[in-house]
């Protein structure tokens, strides 16, 4: 989920900052202004990657599932190649960002934005509608909360992510668990766990999502890292949905 890659282009950034500092002590009101206005056009680009990123999900788990043709995608036992595929895609983005070109870097952001639609498509055959909608406006209500929070903070959320991390671990090695144990506590409990830690998460990626913004980046380095940024809340955003569904969840007779 994270990208270490983005370190760097942060590193870069925080060394110019340094070296503008030790070079003037007198900041004059139009670098700032233009700071400030090329921060808010890269945020927006991150929201409108992520946003269209979800619409496309939303768009082709409805039409798969309400078609029938999730049905037959899981009896046919192809599911686990729409299971492991968007994983791949991840580990492809993460570790291939800088080598490879801002448009394949597109395509492969779409590419999965579709994949998990065919996976969360599955949800439409477990959940009501109403219930997944209902859902949907929750987690969007505390993702643009906890966001906005990120956003605007002064606050260095750095110990918060790394406590979250470690959350995010202890998640991964109790679904394990749970896949060999028909435990609804257990269940219960990491639904839980969660929502917490996915809500945290939206604060903590926004905020070291707007610390790898440099003014000084060329449009592909910007439009990659925008890439990047918007995979990760998208992840947060689907991972905070799907707590959340099984704790509100009403489902199917």
């Known amino acids: 989920m994270a990208y270490d890659s983005g370190n760097r282009w942060s590193d870069n950034r925080?060394?110019?900052?340094?070296?503008?500092?030790?070079?003037?002590?007198?900041?004059?009101?139009?670098?700032?202004?233009?700071?400030?206005?090329?921060?808010?056009?890269?945020?927006?680009?991150?929201?409108?990657?992520?946003?269209?990123?979800?619409?496309?999900?939303?768009?082709?788990?409805?039409?798969?599932?309400?078609?029938?043709?999730?049905?037959?995608?899981?009896?046919?036992?192809?599911?686990?190649?729409?299971?492991?595929?968007?994983?791949?895609?991840?580990?492809?983005?993460?570790?291939?960002?800088?080598?490879?070109?801002?448009?394949?870097?597109?395509?492969?952001?779409?590419?999965?934005?579709?994949?998990?639609?065919?996976?969360?498509?599955?949800?439409?055959?477990?959940?009501?509608?109403?219930?997944?909608?209902?859902?949907?406006?929750?987690?969007?209500?505390?993702?643009l909360a906890m966001s906005l929070y990120g956003y605007t903070t002064r606050s260095d959320l750095t110990r918060l992510g790394s406590f979250l991390f470690m959350g995010l671990i202890g998640i991964i090695i109790a679904s394990v668990v749970g896949l060999f144990m028909n435990s609804p506590a257990l269940q219960f409990a990491i639904s839980i766990a969660g929502v917490i830690v996915f809500t945290g998460l939206t604060a903590w990626d926004t905020q070291r999502i707007k610390e790898m913004y440099w003014e000084g980046d060329g449009s592909v380095v910007a439009g990659k890292k925008a890439i990047m940024g918007a995979l990760r809340l998208y992840l947060d955003f689907v991972n905070l949905f799907i707590m959340l569904l099984r704790l509100m969840g009403s489902q199917r007779n």
Request: proline share 2%; net charge neutral; aromatic share 14%.
């Open 14 to 143: 925080s060394t110019a900052q340094r070296s503008a500092a030790q070079g003037s002590t007198v900041r004059t009101a139009m670098p700032e202004v233009g700071i400030d206005a090329g921060l808010r056009e890269y945020m927006l680009r991150v929201y409108n990657y992520m946003a269209g990123g979800l619409a496309l999900t939303g768009a082709i788990a409805y039409f798969a599932a309400a078609s029938g043709f999730t049905v037959g995608l899981v009896h046919s036992g192809m599911m686990w190649l729409v299971v492991l595929a968007p994983l791949a895609i991840v580990l492809f983005l993460s570790f291939g960002i800088q080598t490879m070109s801002l448009g394949a870097a597109q395509a492969a952001f779409w590419a999965y934005a579709g994949l998990m639609g065919l996976f969360l498509s599955t949800l439409f055959l477990v959940y009501t509608h109403a219930s997944i909608a209902q859902t949907f406006f929750v987690t969007a209500a505390t993702f």
